[in-house]
């Protein structure tokens, strides 16, 4: 596939994610998850999302940025959870000190002297006594220059939620909230945040790989993080998907552009072939709009989806 057959706006909706590529989820090649960023970027993707928390996922970003040639692309990284191997293992430390550190690392590790976005990685494991400290260093790391706007990484706890009402965060990145089976966000945060102007970034657009490679796994003996909603949710649409004949991660992705809202998607390939896959699918475009009433008519925005 080249560039100029690429006819969704690659440039414009998609972000590179890369937890998979870090090692998270399971061993990688580092030199296949370097190539895979830069085809991205060779393929028009023009936005890269990081995290210390994503195993080595910061070395691989920075090692593609330096051989990379062509114009550079927005980079976003976190603060507030620290560098693991593990998906399921997390360490936090949302001091000021602990925060300005893992910042500065992250500059150093991906080679740059600031990131577009610094995102407040997994609000619900920040103590509500911390949060206008917290929220006042981000503030400050802000003005101080590493970052050119400040997001909000992960699904916000309650308390949180009178805080996203200002001008703090330019951008919120929610997980499982909105997908082909879960649309959660879909008549809350979505037109909220955008009708404020915020960017609103759709992460997990398979639901940690429940519409992918692992919804055979995942349905039979779902792991403990997996809401059982969800699992019930992604069997109708796997049904759906094969009454129309077409794989469930292909009409999965497809199911996110069909969306009224121009959401950014994160998309979370972990080799060469992933990637080229996920590129594939969204550029055959929108699904038909039977097909896609026939899913929002499956789908129940009431359940929550995250536990």
């Not at 990688?28 to 928390?53: K, M, R």
């Not at 040639?69 to 191997?85: A, F, Y």
């Not at 494991?125 to 990484?153: F, H, S, V, W």
Request: proline letters at 6%.
């Amino acid at each position: 596939m080249t560039k100029q057959e690429m006819t969704f706006s690659i440039k414009n909706r998609l972000v590179l994610g890369t937890a998979g590529l870090g090692g998270v989820w399971g061993r990688v090649e580092a030199e296949a998850s370097v190539e895979t960023i830069l085809i991205a970027l060779d393929q028009g993707i023009s936005a890269i999302d990081t995290a210390p928390a994503y195993g080595d996922a910061e070395e691989m970003v920075g090692s593609a940025l330096k051989q990379w040639t062509g114009e550079k692309p927005l980079i976003s990284t976190k603060v507030g959870r620290l560098k693991s191997h593990l998906a399921t293992e997390a360490y936090y430390d949302y001091s000021p000190e602990g925060m300005k550190k893992s910042l500065e690392n992250s500059l150093q590790t991906l080679g740059v002297s600031a990131v577009d976005i610094l995102f407040l990685h997994d609000p619900s494991a920040i103590p509500e006594a911390e949060i206008e400290r917290i929220l006042q260093q981000m503030q400050d790391l802000k003005n101080e220059g590493y970052t050119g706007k400040l997001g909000l990484g992960g699904n916000a706890p309650a308390f949180l939620e009178p805080y996203l009402e200002d001008q703090l965060f330019d951008v919120v990145m929610e997980y499982n909230k909105l997908n082909a089976c879960c649309i959660d966000a879909l008549g809350t945060t979505v037109p909220f945040y955008i009708e404020s102007g915020k960017e609103y970034y759709a992460a997990s657009p398979l639901n940690m790989g429940l519409l992918g490679c692992n919804f055979s796994g995942f349905t039979a003996s779902p792991p403990d993080w997996l809401n059982l909603d969800s699992v019930e949710q992604a069997k109708k649409i796997n049904e759906i998907a094969q009454e129309y004949n077409i794989p469930l991660p292909i009409l999965a992705h497809r199911f996110l552009i069909s969306l009224p809202y121009p959401v950014k998607i994160v998309i979370g390939a972990a080799n060469p072939q992933q990637l080229t896959d996920t590129l594939s699918a969204f550029n055959t475009g929108a699904l038909p709009p039977e097909l896609y009433f026939n899913i929002l008519q499956a789908l129940s925005s009431k359940h929550k989806c995250i536990k």
